[in-house]
């Protein structure tokens, strides 16, 4: 079984900048997709970004437009989601998630971390 924890998590201005971390634990060898979902009050889960095992393929949600980045640290297994120009309407319970690939992690991830709160004040 996978273990994931997210960190990071807190209070920013409209604009600001944060990063997410999430460190993984247990039999990762067989989960190598990791990604992000969220949500929002009052909303459903909503898919963020992904990433494949080397790094090589990222994927992302239409919403972020160019403003949040994902990457890994295979060798401490870690992965990260960099989100800058934040706005109030990314205020979210932010859920770190795991899969067997990048691709798949986007519709049915198989492990999720417990969230990490993210609030965008104006």
């Known amino acids: 079984q996978v273990q994931l924890v997210e960190s990071g998590g807190g209070l920013v201005q409209a604009g600001g900048s944060l990063k997410l971390s999430c460190a993984a634990s247990?039999?990762?060898?067989?989960?190598?997709?990791r990604g992000w979902f969220r949500q929002a009050p009052g909303k459903e889960r909503e898919f963020v970004a992904s990433i494949s095992f080397d790094g090589g393929t990222a994927y992302y949600a239409n919403f972020v437009k160019g403003r949040f980045t994902i990457s890994r640290d295979n060798a401490k297994n870690m992965v990260y989601l960099q989100m800058n120009n934040l706005s109030p309407e990314d205020t979210a319970v932010y859920y770190c998630?795991?899969?067997?690939?990048?691709?798949?992690?986007?519709?049915?991830?198989?492990?999720w971390g417990q969230g990490t709160q993210v609030t965008v004040s104006s």
């Open positions: 247990g039999r990762t060898f067989s989960t190598n997709g």
């Open positions: 998630v795991a899969g067997s690939t990048g691709a798949a992690v986007k519709s049915t991830p198989s492990y």
